[in-house]
Each structure stands twice: as C-alpha cells, then as structure tokens.
C-alpha cells in the first residue's frame, strides 16, 4: 500500500471539523495548517493525531503549498476542514494504491457540495472534478491569494466516486464567507489589472440565475437549488461591485493595456522605417516619463504573469531587436540617463559580425560589449539563431533554431530571460505547426514570445506567445507616436 498524507489549512473549524476528520483515518498521516484558531480546532485535530502547525495566514495558494512541503509521503490528499471523504472514495483510493503508485501523478476528485441540509445533485456543484489526489513529486499549488490550484506535470487521472462539501452552517455562516471571498476576489482581480464596467455589474446577476436555476437544473433540487442559484448570482455581482470600489479608492490609476515598444537600430541623424535618431528617441523617453510610464522588465512582467508581484500603474516595456552596435553607441546612453529598462533581442549566429539581412552590412554587438551592459537596465532575450522567418520553417527547424539561439548564449557565459521576438514577426501558417511550435517552446523553457500586432496588450494575455509589439518607426512623426502609444 502506498502512503497517503492528507493535508489541509483551518482556521476555525470546530463545528465542522471532525466529520472530515473521522473520514481520514485510513490515511497514514493528516496535515493540518492553522492560523490561529480560537475554538476547539486544535482540540479536536489533536484528538484524532493530525500534525498541527500554526503557520500566519498570507494567501489559500501560499498556505496550501505549505501544508504539502509538511507532508512526510509524496501522495498527497489536499482536503478542506468542510470536506468528506465517502466511504466509496476512500474504498476507490484504497483499491487503486493497493498494489503499487499508478502510472498517473495526479486525480482529479469529484467534489459535491451539500447544501442545507441536501446533497445538490443539478446545477454546477455535483460530481465537480478537481485535481485533489497528487504527487508532490510532480506537483504543488500556486500562489494564487484565491483561486489556487495546483500544478502538475505528468498525466492525470479520473476519480469515480466522491468528495462531500458541507461548506455553510447557516446562511449566516455563507455570507461571512461570502464576505471574505467577494474582498478576496476583488484584491485579486485589482492586481491582476482585471476591470468591469456598470453595464456588466448590472446584467451579470439575473444572466447568473437563469443559467444556473433554469439552464443548468438548479430547479431540480428545489428550494434549496433555489437559495444556492440566487446566492451564487450574487457572488460576482458583489465581486466586481468591491472592484470598483478599489479602483474609485485609488483614483484608477492604472492603463488598460501593456504597451510595448519595438526598436531596431538608433542613429545620429539618419531616419528610416528601422532608424530612429538619437534625437528622436530622447524625445520618446521624455515624452513616456512626463505621462508617467513606468519601464519594467521581462523578468518584472513573467513575475506579474506568475501573480508574485503586481505592475506600476503605467508600465511600458522597450524592446530592440537584433543587437546592433549602435544600440550600444546612441540608445544605451540614453537609457541610462532616462533610467528606462529595456530587452535587447539577439540572433546569435551573428553577434559580433555583421547582419544579412535588410541590406545587410550593419554591424552587431560583440559577447564582450554585451556583457559591459547588462544589468538592471538591459537583459537579453531570444531572436533565433540564424534570423531566419518562422512563417516558413517547420516544428523540427524551428526547435533547432530555438536551442542553438540557447545553446551559444550558454556557452558565451550570457544571461537571458525566457522570451523570444519572432524573426520579421513571423510565425507559421498552419495551426497543427503553430502547436507543435509553442509545445517545444514550453520544453525549452521558453515562457514569452513577441509578434508585431501595433495594439497594446491585455493584462491577460491570450496566448503568451502572441504578445503584441508596437512598431516604432524612424519616420514616424512625434504625434504618430504618441497615437501609437495610446492605442
């Protein structure tokens, strides 16, 4: 039989927590992470030998990943205090761990909740699967403040029989939780940089209701589907309502949109689609500092990404692409005196010679000047090896490309950031080749890949390899630019 720990965070939970408890006996450990509960929680976990550690409550991702890194068996049961574990579960987890650990890293748990006093078998909340059952060796949860989950790598299984949630005592008990998530969900949503207009606020309760009393059955069970269809049409009504309110609070100081900024070469007078003057460039820099942008960097945007840290209320991030050597003579210096961040994109077949393309000619960086600036200002990215176009290269050519482009950044000693700007921003045609693309892009560990779209970018990204740059042009006039930014 392979050891099982269950694992779980309380605060609290005294009326509800032996139920759970009593169904967890079979397992060869029970984890329990508190916060400082007051009642006869610890009391009661005590009792029936659960290892209970107080640990200050940051975030139900950051709490849950605590609780797993206690477990001493790598199959883990994540379990909430309100939870229970059915006879027929625990028969089904039983069989499956009797013999040897499966093939699988993970199962997915049918969870349903039970609500006064009846076991709602329509709607949305019956036989739910969620990713409970799992090894830490292949998994743990995110950082989410709420809504965590975990992440797994490796394949992962379906459970039959199910989890019982008694999740409210009361409908007293539901709104003080109802509370704390609403303010919880709307802190979220304001760091994420999600926004919801009035009309929204206004139509999303009755849409709510009907789809979830009529559309999905909730009629079915009756008066207590009733109360839950109309308490869960409340929920993100109430959500983004206390959205607002952070917004208004704050004076909504944030942009709707990340833009950012594609260069190429910079030049001491001579202006063309891919030169842009020294002179034209300060006049950017000011321009973005006056408005209040802030430049962040690619390390700054996959740590927004991974929900660890927020943006500034105006971010812009400034890329170049192809590391030409007067990016070195006239835009380092400037981004020094204007104190901005920037990504310079390297094709590395080519560094330290001259390029091939666009009339060809123009010389590139050398490892060592390259190396004399990286540091909080500039850090480097991925623009293939050989600057060939994406559009026209298969699966296989392009994962070549891709991991000698990281193969001669390693062996030159240069750090990079895990974000490739296509070659002419091209990517290929075919969806099947797209796929494979973007699947050897996660292998390689590739996180970000940069396109030309000339809009600025959602907060949430669609497909974080189909990030959108703004194309500025040498001989586009300030005004051109200013438009451009604004979109």
């Known amino acids: 039989m392979t050891n099982i720990s269950a694992v779980m965070i309380t605060l609290n939970e005294g009326k509800a927590i032996e139920r759970t408890l009593q169904a967890l006996q079979w397992c060869d450990e029970i984890i329990v992470i508190d916060s400082g509960s007051t009642d006869q929680t610890q009391e009661i976990c005590e009792r029936y030998g659960c290892t209970f550690i107080y640990r200050p409550f940051d975030g139900y991702g950051t709490q849950k990943h605590f609780a797993v890194a206690q477990a001493s068996h790598d199959w883990v049961l994540s379990i909430d205090a309100d939870e229970v574990v059915t006879p027929e579960l625990q028969q089904e987890i039983v069989s499956l761990f009797a013999s040897r650990s499966p093939d699988e890293k993970g199962f997915r748990v049918p969870i349903s909740l039970v609500f006064m006093g009846k076991l709602l078998r329509f709607g949305d909340v019956y036989k739910i699967p969620h990713l409970r059952l799992f090894n830490k060796k292949h998994g743990q949860f995110n950082s989410n403040t709420v809504h965590e989950g975990i992440v797994l790598q490796g394949k992962v299984g379906n459970l039959r029989q199910h989890m019982l949630h008694y999740s409210y005592e009361s409908t007293s008990d539901y709104f003080t939780k109802f509370n704390a998530y609403t303010t919880a969900g709307a802190n979220e949503l304001f760091k994420r940089r999600k926004q919801s207009g009035k009309l929204q606020v206004w139509t999303r309760l009755p849409l709510t209701f009907f789809k979830g009393f009529f559309l999905k059955g909730g009629i079915l069970d009756g008066y207590p589907g009733f109360v839950w269809a109309l308490f869960s049409a409340f929920y993100p009504v109430v959500k983004y309502i206390k959205l607002n309110e952070l917004y208004k609070k704050n004076g909504q100081p944030f942009t709707k949109g990340l833009p950012i900024l594609m260069y190429h070469k910079i030049s001491d007078g001579q202006a ?216």
């Open 272 to 487: 063309d689609s891919l030169t842009v003057p020294a002179e034209t460039l300060e006049k950017h820099l000011q321009h973005l500092q006056q408005q209040g942008y802030q430049s962040i960097s690619v390390k700054e945007l996959l740590a927004f990404i991974d929900n660890k840290q927020p943006l500034p209320p105006k971010p812009v991030l400034l890329t170049f692409d192809d590391a030409y050597l007067n990016n070195l003579t006239w835009a380092y210096p400037l981004l020094q005196k204007y104190h901005t961040k920037a990504v310079i994109f390297l094709p590395t077949a080519y560094i330290g010679n001259t390029n091939e393309w666009d009339g060809g000619g123009e010389p590139l960086m050398s490892y060592p000047q390259l190396k004399s600036i990286a540091g909080n200002l500039i850090e480097f990215g991925l623009h293939s090896h050989t600057h060939q176009n994406y559009k026209h290269l298969s699966a296989a050519q392009i994962a070549e490309d891709v991991q000698m482009c990281q193969k001669a950044l390693t062996d030159n000693e240069l750090s990079y950031v895990a974000a490739l700007a296509y070659p002419y921003g091209g990517r290929p045609k075919k969806q099947a080749i797209l796929n494979e693309m973007r699947q050897i892009f996660k292998q390689d560990g590739v996180r970000l890949a940069f396109r030309i779209g000339n809009k600025s970018n959602p907060f949430s990204f669609k497909s974080p390899y189909e990030i959108k740059r703004i194309d500025i042009r040498g001989t586009d006039s300030f005004r051109e630019f200013t438009l451009k930014l604004k979109k």
